[in-house]
């Protein structure tokens, strides 16, 4: 009877855990929110230690396009880079509710090597709870087929994955010196 009584409290913790603190629940990602609540990720992320800057231009480069967004800047990071930045930006509509995340961070000179900073690690683990799942990279070579004597000037190659979750969709890039991701509402 004890044992069986311990197997039922695990059982109710593990769904106490769960449903309350597992996966997304410190970011208030639901159904209702699918990248999350803006209140929750600017207290995740301030925690994280990251400044946070509001009202900013940020540049969405899979989107094509320039909004107006509170970004959170890895200042440490950002001096240890000799001016790199590493941040991630929450955009949100009219309304507040988030449309779009941005995060930014500097790739190790090994194009496939992984080099863990706050905001690297942040951007895995929220590419996995919006359900990213595994990074599967593929090359892609992006810009003008320009060339001079028959080499190409202006091409440059980028890993790309991505992927489509019910409203959520994401791309990671990875192009030396930086990597960044992007997530938004379909």
Known sequence: MKKLIIVALLIGGA??????????????IAPT?????????????????????PNV???????????????YVDVAQVEKSGGFKE???????????LKTV????????????WRPTTVSTFLLGYWGKLGGGELHFTARTVGSNASVYGMAIFQRQQQ?????????SGIW???????????SLQ
């Open 33 to 53: 929110a699918p990248l999350g609540h803006v209140q929750a990720l600017d207290r995740h992320l301030t925690k994280m230690g990251l400044q946070k800057r």
């Open 173 to 183: 890039v990875k192009e030396t010196p930086m990597g960044y991701v992007t997530v």
């Open 87 to 97: 941040s991630v930006a929450l955009v949100t509509d009219d309304k507040g509710h």
């Open 57 to 71: 231009a940020i540049s969405v480069p899979d989107l094509n396009q320039e909004v107006v967004g509170t970004e």
């Open 15 to 28: 769904y106490y855990w769960y449903t309350h603190k597992g996966p997304g629940q410190s970011l208030g």
């Open 160 to 168: 790309v994955a991505t992927f489509s979750n019910g409203p959520v």
């Open 102 to 113: 941005v995060g930014m961070y500097i790739l190790p000179p090994e194009m496939g090597a």
